[in-house]
Protein backbone atom coordinates (compact mmCIF):
# COMPACT_ATOMS: atom_id res chain seq x y z
CA UNK A 1 0.00 0.00 0.00
CA UNK A 2 2.96 2.48 0.83
CA UNK A 3 3.82 2.54 -3.05
CA UNK A 4 0.09 3.14 -4.02
CA UNK A 5 0.09 6.11 -1.32
CA UNK A 6 3.18 7.76 -2.53
CA UNK A 7 2.00 7.92 -5.92
CA UNK A 8 -1.75 9.62 -4.60
CA UNK A 9 0.79 11.74 -2.23
CA UNK A 10 2.35 13.02 -5.69
CA UNK A 11 -1.13 13.37 -7.56
CA UNK A 12 -2.42 15.38 -4.86
CA UNK A 13 0.88 17.70 -4.68
CA UNK A 14 1.48 18.22 -8.00
CA UNK A 15 -2.06 18.98 -9.13
CA UNK A 16 -2.62 21.77 -5.92
CA UNK A 17 1.15 22.87 -6.82
CA UNK A 18 -0.25 25.80 -9.28
CA UNK A 19 -2.12 27.16 -6.40
CA UNK A 20 -1.65 26.53 -3.19
CA UNK A 21 2.21 27.47 -3.60
CA UNK A 22 2.17 30.01 -6.80
CA UNK A 23 4.66 31.95 -5.40
CA UNK A 24 7.12 29.10 -5.83
CA UNK A 25 5.22 27.61 -9.10
CA UNK A 26 4.86 30.86 -11.09
CA UNK A 27 8.61 31.53 -11.34
CA UNK A 28 9.35 28.03 -13.09
CA UNK A 29 7.12 29.02 -15.93
CA UNK A 30 7.47 26.29 -18.26
CA UNK A 31 9.94 24.09 -16.55
CA UNK A 32 7.36 23.91 -13.91
CA UNK A 33 4.79 22.23 -16.09
CA UNK A 34 7.26 19.71 -16.84
CA UNK A 35 8.60 19.23 -13.44
CA UNK A 36 4.17 19.18 -12.70
CA UNK A 37 3.61 16.12 -15.60
CA UNK A 38 6.80 13.87 -14.32
CA UNK A 39 5.09 14.28 -10.88
CA UNK A 40 1.88 13.39 -12.15
CA UNK A 41 3.47 10.31 -14.26
CA UNK A 42 5.14 9.08 -11.35
CA UNK A 43 2.61 9.71 -9.39
CA UNK A 44 0.14 7.55 -11.36
CA UNK A 45 2.98 4.87 -11.84
CA UNK A 46 3.55 4.33 -8.14
CA UNK A 47 -0.48 3.99 -8.16
CA UNK A 48 -0.51 1.36 -10.69
CA UNK A 49 2.28 -0.31 -9.32
CA UNK A 50 1.12 -0.15 -5.79
CA UNK A 51 -2.56 -1.48 -6.71
CA UNK A 52 -1.56 -3.95 -8.80
CA UNK A 53 0.64 -5.11 -6.26
CA UNK A 54 -1.55 -5.74 -3.46
CA UNK A 55 -3.19 -8.41 -1.61
CA UNK A 56 -6.89 -8.93 -1.80
CA UNK A 57 -8.68 -7.39 1.04
CA UNK A 58 -12.45 -7.59 0.29
CA UNK A 59 -14.72 -5.61 2.10
CA UNK A 60 -17.99 -5.82 0.55
CA UNK A 61 -18.79 -7.79 -2.90
CA UNK A 62 -19.62 -5.76 -5.78
CA UNK A 63 -23.52 -6.16 -7.47
CA UNK A 64 -23.78 -8.25 -10.25
CA UNK A 65 -25.83 -4.96 -11.86
CA UNK A 66 -22.85 -3.09 -11.04
CA UNK A 67 -20.45 -3.74 -14.36
CA UNK A 68 -22.75 -2.28 -16.80
CA UNK A 69 -24.02 0.49 -14.86
CA UNK A 70 -20.20 0.84 -14.44
CA UNK A 71 -19.17 0.90 -18.41
CA UNK A 72 -21.99 3.54 -18.97
CA UNK A 73 -20.96 5.59 -16.21
CA UNK A 74 -17.26 5.62 -17.47
CA UNK A 75 -18.82 6.58 -21.31
CA UNK A 76 -20.32 9.47 -19.23
CA UNK A 77 -17.17 10.19 -17.55
CA UNK A 78 -15.27 10.13 -20.96
CA UNK A 79 -17.29 12.42 -22.59
CA UNK A 80 -17.27 15.22 -19.21
CA UNK A 81 -13.28 14.62 -19.81
CA UNK A 82 -13.78 15.25 -23.52
CA UNK A 83 -14.05 18.58 -24.92
CA UNK A 84 -17.87 17.79 -25.48
CA UNK A 85 -19.06 19.98 -22.91
CA UNK A 86 -17.19 23.45 -23.27
CA UNK A 87 -17.35 22.89 -27.47
CA UNK A 88 -20.80 22.00 -27.71
CA UNK A 89 -24.24 22.90 -27.06
CA UNK A 90 -25.75 20.80 -23.55
CA UNK A 91 -23.12 21.11 -21.15
CA UNK A 92 -21.36 24.64 -22.08
CA UNK A 93 -22.33 26.30 -18.68
CA UNK A 94 -20.59 23.80 -16.87
CA UNK A 95 -17.38 24.74 -14.60
CA UNK A 96 -15.51 21.67 -14.08
CA UNK A 97 -17.05 19.05 -16.57
CA UNK A 98 -12.87 17.37 -17.02
CA UNK A 99 -13.41 17.01 -13.01
CA UNK A 100 -16.77 15.89 -13.37
CA UNK A 101 -16.13 13.02 -14.99
CA UNK A 102 -13.16 11.79 -13.34
CA UNK A 103 -15.34 11.88 -10.30
CA UNK A 104 -17.86 9.50 -12.34
CA UNK A 105 -15.19 7.44 -13.55
CA UNK A 106 -13.48 6.99 -9.05
CA UNK A 107 -17.40 6.82 -8.73
CA UNK A 108 -17.65 3.84 -11.05
CA UNK A 109 -14.79 2.06 -9.72
CA UNK A 110 -15.62 2.31 -6.06
CA UNK A 111 -18.88 0.75 -7.33
CA UNK A 112 -17.55 -2.50 -8.89
CA UNK A 113 -14.42 -3.21 -6.39
CA UNK A 114 -14.94 -3.85 -3.05
CA UNK A 115 -11.27 -4.68 -2.15
CA UNK A 116 -9.29 -2.30 0.36
CA UNK A 117 -7.01 -0.94 -1.97
CA UNK A 118 -9.91 0.08 -4.69
CA UNK A 119 -11.52 1.95 -1.88
CA UNK A 120 -8.40 3.90 -0.88
CA UNK A 121 -6.94 4.30 -4.22
CA UNK A 122 -10.74 5.16 -6.33
CA UNK A 123 -11.42 7.25 -2.91
CA UNK A 124 -8.70 9.47 -2.70
CA UNK A 125 -9.20 10.16 -6.30
CA UNK A 126 -13.02 10.69 -5.87
CA UNK A 127 -11.76 13.25 -2.82
CA UNK A 128 -9.41 14.70 -4.91
CA UNK A 129 -11.79 15.60 -7.89
CA UNK A 130 -13.84 17.56 -5.16
CA UNK A 131 -10.91 19.12 -3.41
CA UNK A 132 -9.77 20.43 -6.86
CA UNK A 133 -13.36 21.83 -7.70
CA UNK A 134 -13.04 23.67 -4.47
CA UNK A 135 -9.80 25.19 -4.81
CA UNK A 136 -10.38 25.94 -8.55
CA UNK A 137 -13.23 28.13 -7.16
CA UNK A 138 -11.25 30.08 -4.45
CA UNK A 139 -8.59 30.57 -6.32
CA UNK A 140 -10.23 31.54 -9.39
CA UNK A 141 -13.49 32.95 -8.41
CA UNK A 142 -14.37 35.30 -11.94
CA UNK A 143 -15.12 32.40 -14.60
CA UNK A 144 -17.71 33.05 -17.11
CA UNK A 145 -18.74 29.73 -19.37
CA UNK A 146 -17.37 29.40 -22.98
CA UNK A 147 -20.10 30.06 -25.81
CA UNK A 148 -22.44 28.09 -26.73
CA UNK A 149 -21.49 25.48 -29.12
CA UNK A 150 -23.28 22.90 -31.45
CA UNK A 151 -25.24 19.68 -30.71
CA UNK A 152 -23.16 18.09 -33.55
CA UNK A 153 -20.31 19.12 -31.35
CA UNK A 154 -21.90 17.24 -28.29
CA UNK A 155 -22.55 14.11 -30.64
CA UNK A 156 -19.10 14.05 -32.33
CA UNK A 157 -17.65 13.62 -28.57
CA UNK A 158 -19.87 11.32 -27.43
CA UNK A 159 -19.29 9.03 -30.85
CA UNK A 160 -15.62 9.35 -29.68
CA UNK A 161 -16.22 8.42 -26.49
CA UNK A 162 -18.13 5.17 -27.03
CA UNK A 163 -14.94 4.41 -29.44
CA UNK A 164 -13.10 5.05 -26.41
CA UNK A 165 -14.45 3.03 -23.81
CA UNK A 166 -13.88 -0.17 -26.13
CA UNK A 167 -10.80 0.87 -26.70
CA UNK A 168 -10.02 1.48 -23.12
CA UNK A 169 -12.02 -1.76 -21.69
CA UNK A 170 -10.07 -3.67 -24.37
CA UNK A 171 -6.46 -2.30 -23.12
CA UNK A 172 -7.85 -2.26 -19.69
CA UNK A 173 -9.04 -6.32 -20.01
CA UNK A 174 -4.68 -7.30 -21.75
CA UNK A 175 -3.60 -6.14 -18.22
CA UNK A 176 -6.54 -6.44 -15.62
CA UNK A 177 -10.11 -7.47 -15.55
CA UNK A 178 -12.24 -7.21 -18.26
CA UNK A 179 -14.76 -4.22 -18.42
CA UNK A 180 -17.02 -6.07 -20.48
CA UNK A 181 -16.68 -9.52 -18.50
CA UNK A 182 -15.09 -11.85 -21.12
CA UNK A 183 -11.98 -13.38 -20.07
Known sequence: ????????VLWYAAHFFKRVARGIREPMGDKGKGLVALAILAGVVLMVLGYRGSETVQVWFPPSWGFPVNNLAVLIALYFT???PSKGAIFYKMRHPMLTGFLIWAGAHLLVN??????????ALAVWAVLEMIVINRSEPDWTPNPKGTIAKDAMFIAISVVLVGVIGFIHGLIGPSPFGMG
Not at 1 to 8: C, D, H, T
Not at 114 to 123: A, E, K, Q, T
Open 114 to 123: GDLYSMVLFG
Open 1 to 8: MALMIAGL
Open 82 to 84: SPG
